[in-house]
């Protein structure tokens, strides 16, 4: 399997499906592709109708026929616009196209239905999507129920964990090996993931990507 940082928090995950989770690239200043570039897509899921996390969600589902995962208010926005959707709720967990979705929660804001997260199983290997999120002790339930192989945290701080709050969550979630995400796209969210690499120290491997690479998992 194949996981590709696309810059911000936009993810690409190519198994026996391709799945990416909040595509943001077209408006994105450290975008690392255009929308097309990116491979055909079977399911795009989405965190929150943030503009930085749903800008070009719609667009690649009409594009690729794919389905959209979403919290309900957003899958029903989805569907009012003739796409494909399958809406849940945080605790839920949905199969589409033999990947597995767990919806978890997020602590952040959004315009329609709340935010979330996601643990998605696909090819036998558990992937954590933190969406926008501060830290929050509900993570412990990720690491005893669902501890990921490989975690995507936000370290940017302003609107999301700062690095101190990600180290944590690494440890919460009983992260095997964590990626840095949403950071250093604009001023407001510089972040060093050299620190946050230190802080995690040895309790995990954390994989410092650039936007555009990948992670072979
Ligand atoms: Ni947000
Ligand atoms: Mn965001």
């Given at each position: 399997m194949k996981l590709t940082w696309l810059g911000h928090a936009s993810v690409l995950i190519e198994g026996s499906v391709n799945i990416i989770v909040d595509p943001f690239l077209e408006q994105n200043p450290a975008a690392a592709k255009k929308v097309s570039e990116i491979p055909k897509v079977d399911v795009v899921a989405v965190t929150h109708d943030h503009e930085d996390h749903i800008s070009d969600a719609f667009t690649l589902a009409k594009r690729d026929n794919a389905v959209v995962v979403a919290m309900h208010e957003i899958a029903v926005k989805a569907m009012e616009e003739g796409l494909s959707a399958e809406g849940m709720n945080i605790g839920g967990s949905i199969e589409v196209k033999g990947a597995k979705f767990t919806m978890v929660l997020a602590v952040h804001s959004s315009y329609r239905g709340h935010p979330c997260g996601y643990v998605i199983t696909l090819d036998g290997k558990r992937i954590y999507h933190a969406g926008d999120t501060g830290l929050t002790r509900d993570m412990e339930i990720i690491g005893e129920l669902y501890p990921p192989d490989v975690s995507f945290l936000p370290i940017g701080s302003r609107y999301t964990m700062d690095v101190v709050q990600a180290a944590k969550a690494v440890e919460y979630t009983r992260t095997k090996v964590a990626v840095p995400i949403h950071?250093?796209?604009?001023?407001?969210i510089q972040a060093d993931p050299e620190e946050f690499k230190r802080l995690v120290g040895d309790r995990a491997r954390v994989v410092i990507l650039k936007p555009g690479e990948s992670l072979e998992l």
């Open positions: 950071y250093n796209t604009w001023p407001p």
